[in-house]
């Protein structure tokens, strides 16, 4: 089997986060198969860096880890709970000059399932494949505002498998930072709006199941996916994808999804076995849920 790489980004408290994911991706690959790209920038601490190396060498897997320099991030939005980290995944086809095509995940995922089919995807004239993102209200204008022609075309940047070779040879990296940069002050879910503008169009739609979101809950879901698919994406995800405010993460208190068990399972295997719940027990009403 050819190496498979997966690349991921986390700081702080994320880098527990992260690892967890990992462990849910490496529990369904085979020793030897997975290369692990860990985008950072400079906030990584030595020791998280150190102790992470040394886990992912004892699953089994491969591990480079890429340092952004926080001048790439210039310019372009980070302010919030984001940062610059969610841009570092626009740098994949710079930072890996002799891969072809790489999966991205967010640190807000588990594995539930073999990623074979995934994997074997055709992305043939396509710069990336990827789950339509059923937006909730408050983001219902995002696909208009990045000159998308139908809701539709709108993808969530949690998944993406991208065709590094092809997004390589149309400068892809350049174009996303140059629409970044110059439409900063528009960008309200930032790299995800900016990824839309400028690769939406040659884009390869996913079944859902493959970024099983929070938001599949939304009445909306059925329309675009149908409801078999819909169906399914509950049944039997494959990428659960805990998305959306703090309150749909797996270590938040008032977190009340049943599939969170996963997360904790997955997490028990990591280096930091021990949760410590993040955020107050009661949430706002504007809060999404699921």
Not at 21 to 41: A, D, I, W
Not at 214 to 240: M, Q, S
């Amino acid at each position: 089997m050819s190496t498979r790489h997966v690349a991921c980004v986390a700081e702080g408290e994320y880098v527990k986060h992260a690892a967890t994911m990992l462990h849910s991706v490496l529990t369904h690959e085979g020793r030897g198969t997975v290369h692990v790209h860990y985008l950072h920038g400079s906030d990584l601490r030595r020791r998280d860096h150190d102790k992470l190396e040394r886990w992912l060498e004892r699953q089994g897997a491969a591990a480079t880890f890429h340092r952004i320099p926080d001048e790439r991030c210039d310019e372009l939005p980070t302010e919030g709970f984001t940062g610059r980290a969610t841009w570092y995944r626009i740098f994949l086809p710079e930072l890996l000059p002799g891969v072809e095509r790489v999966l991205f995940l967010d640190a807000d995922i588990i594995a539930c399932d073999a990623l074979d089919e995934l994997w074997e995807t055709d992305l043939e004239g396509a710069y990336l494949a990827a789950v339509t993102n059923v937006l909730p209200p408050e983001y219902a204008d995002r696909p208009a505002a990045m000159g998308l022609a139908s809701p539709d075309e709108y993808f969530n940047a949690g998944v993406l498998l991208m065709n590094l070779e092809l997004m390589r040879r149309d400068e892809c990296t350049a174009k996303l930072r140059a629409f970044g940069v110059e439409r900063a002050a528009e960008l309200v879910l930032r790299d995800q709006d900016a990824l839309n503008a400028v690769l939406a169009g040659r884009r390869r739609p996913l079944h859902p199941r493959w970024n099983a979101m929070n938001i599949f809950r939304l009445p909306e879901a059925a329309v675009v996916f149908g409801a078999d698919a819909i169906a399914e994406a509950r049944r039997d995800p494959a990428l659960r994808h805990f998305e959306g405010p703090d309150d749909n993460k797996p270590w938040h208190p008032a977190c009340t999804h049943d599939d969170r068990e996963r997360y904790f399972a997955h997490r028990r295997r990591t280096p930091w076995p021990r949760v410590r719940l993040e955020g107050p027990r009661r949430v706002p009403r504007w809060s999404f849920r699921a």
